[in-house]
T-cell receptor, first 120, second 113 residues
Framework: AQSVAQPEDQVNVAEGNPLTVKCTYS??????LFWYVQYPNRGLQFLLK??????LVKGSYGFEAEFNKSQTSFHLKKPSALVSDSALYFC??????????????????FGKGTHLIIQP | NAGVTQTPKFRVLKTGQSMTLLCAQD?????MYWYRQDPGMGLRLIHY???????AKGEVPDGYNVSRLKKQNFLLGLESAAPSQTSVYFC????????????FGSGTRLTVV
């Protein structure tokens, strides 16, 4: 079964500093990985995805994520944090073997979320 | 382009009451999903549908029923609401054969008292 872990419930970063939100995953093969962001009282918004190719993936709002197969990680990063980046961030994983065998419609598996707080 | 629309946005129910949450998408997506979000639990899949007339159970289906009579709509029903069903419910949709992420609705905050 596929799973994803976000080890930190909350991450605090000063504005202007680099930020990292951690994510590790478990799938049987090569994963499809995603990051979503949720602002208060809003639905989840897609930030970026890794399907194949370069290990460093760039997404919306200046965010990027690094896929590390040996460490089974997909950490979200940003070089310089903004107060407006404060939100709840979710990592998600899908096992493509399951997906393309017809079982993939059972959905992405999400982590529990990490609250990112950027302090002015 | 509205994307995924959920109604209602807020609702308070008494224990034992029933209600239906509506999800509508205008992107011609084949797949639709219902998740619930609880503090510290992340998002958990309740039910999903791979097409009109088909539904399947997700991780936490007990106490819920769904229907997909039209491709663009996915309904989530609570027949007899319980306080444990107090949550924020999100609908999402995606294309078949496209292993991208989903488009989410803005959520329905349900309180069962």
């Amino acid at each position: 079964a596929q799973s994803v872990a976000q080890p930190e419930d909350q991450v605090n970063v000063a504005e202007g500093n680099p930020l990292t939100v951690k994510c590790t995953y478990s799938v049987s093969g090569n994963p499809y990985l995603f990051w979503y962001v949720q602002y208060p009282n809003r639905g989840l918004q897609f930030l970026l995805k890794y399907i194949t190719g370069d290990n460093l993936v760039k997404g919306s709002y200046g965010f990027e994520a690094e896929f590390n197969k040996s460490q089974t990680s997909f950490h979200l990063k940003k070089p310089s944090a903004l107060v407006s980046d404060s939100a709840l961030y979710f990592c998600a994983v899908r096992d493509p073997k399951i997906y393309y065998s017809g079982g993939g419609a059972d959905g992405l598996t999400f982590g529990k979320g990490t609250h990112l707080i950027i302090q002015p | 382009n509205a994307g995924v629309t959920q109604t209602p946005k807020f609702r308070v129910l008494k224990t034992g009451q029933s209600m239906t949450l509506l999800c509508a998408q205008d992107m011609n997506h084949e797949y639709m999903y219902w998740y619930r979000q609880d503090p510290g639990m992340g998002l958990r899949l309740i039910h999903y549908s791979v097409g009109e007339g088909t539904t399947a159970k997700g991780e936490v289906p007990d106490g819920y029923n769904v229907s997909r009579l039209k491709k663009q709509n996915f309904l989530l029903g609570l027949e007899s609401a319980a306080p444990s069903q107090t949550s924020v419910y999100f609908c999402a949709s995606s294309y078949r054969g496209q292993a991208w992420g989903y488009t989410f609705g803005s959520g329905t905050r349900l309180t069962v008292v």
